[in-house]
């Protein structure tokens, strides 16, 4: 299972640190990652991090800003989200990836975190 936590209303500019706490299978040493769902759109990839935390990957409008990391202790992943905008503004899901490496896509999923709302206001 995973249980994702850490969102809110903030302003433009303003930062969130989401987490992520992964248990049973999910927990295994696998790839960790982030996606979102913007209100009328289809879910997107925002960042992956191999299962040793040593490489991480971002989706372009978030490079920069975003910083994933992942705590194999705590079996806890992170997303650090600074200077938010307004278009940031989604349902934020972690995800365990089928294999120690992360990707953009989706199929490569084996268990989704139940989302937490991430809103941005200008």
């Known amino acids: 299972q995973l249980q994702a936590s850490g969102g809110g209303l903030v302003q433009a500019g303003d930062s969130l640190k989401l987490s992520c706490a992964a248990s049973?299978?999910?927990?295994?040493?696998?790839?960790m990652g982030w996606f979102r769902q913007a209100p009328g759109k289809e879910r997107e990839f925002v960042a992956s991090?191999?299962?040793?935390?040593?490489?991480?990957t971002y989706e372009d409008s978030v490079k920069g800003r975003f910083t994933i990391s992942r705590d194999n202790a705590k079996n806890t992943v992170y997303l650090q989200m600074n200077s938010l905008k307004p278009e940031d503004t989604a349902v934020y899901y972690c995800a365990s990836y089928r294999r120690p490496w992360g990707s953009r896509d989706q199929y490569e999923i084996g268990y989704w975190g139940q989302g937490t709302q991430v809103t941005v206001s200008s």
């Open positions: 991090i191999n299962w040793k935390g040593s490489s991480s």
């Open positions: 049973g299978r999910a927990s295994s040493n696998n790839a």
